[in-house]
């Protein structure tokens, strides 16, 4: 499975960016889907996951209320609605496929990983 991650780019804090995730193929279906971070200097973290039919998502603290994340299996992709940016939410994004059907916030149970793309909020 390849993935696709797009969308990031400069905003100012307050605003939105919406990321999306493509895979490579069908299956993408029955996989859970995450987005994890990574800022400068910093480790990588979980943002949000999103179970393989959509039924459940789960959500960083830090991030739960301003982002949501959704999928269209129909056209094998993730997304990541970022609103109400805050400085401290600039970092590279990436989208990741579970081994699992459900989604998780720990990265080892994700297999597959985009190439990230970077957010930066400008205060």
């Known amino acids: 499975v390849q993935l696709q991650a797009s969308g990031g780019g400069l905003v100012q804090a307050g605003g939105s960016l919406r990321l999306a995730c493509m895979a490579s193929?069908?299956?993408?279906?029955?996989?859970?889907m995450g987005w994890f971070r990574q800022a400068p200097g910093r480790e990588r973290e979980f943002v949000a996951s999103?179970?393989?039919?959509?039924?459940?998502?789960s959500y960083a603290d830090s991030v739960k209320g301003r982002f949501t994340i959704s999928r269209d299996n129909a056209k094998n992709t993730v997304y990541l609605q970022m609103n109400s940016l805050k400085p401290e939410d600039t970092a590279v994004y990436y989208c990741?496929?579970?081994?699992?059907?459900?989604?998780?916030?720990?990265?080892?149970?994700?297999?597959?990983w985009g190439q990230g793309t970077l957010v930066t909020v400008s205060s």
């Open positions: 990741a496929a579970s081994r699992y059907g459900g989604g998780s916030s720990s990265s080892s149970d994700y297999n597959y």
């Open positions: 193929r069908r299956t993408f279906s029955n996989n859970g």
């Open positions: 999103i179970m393989w039919n959509g039924a459940r998502q």
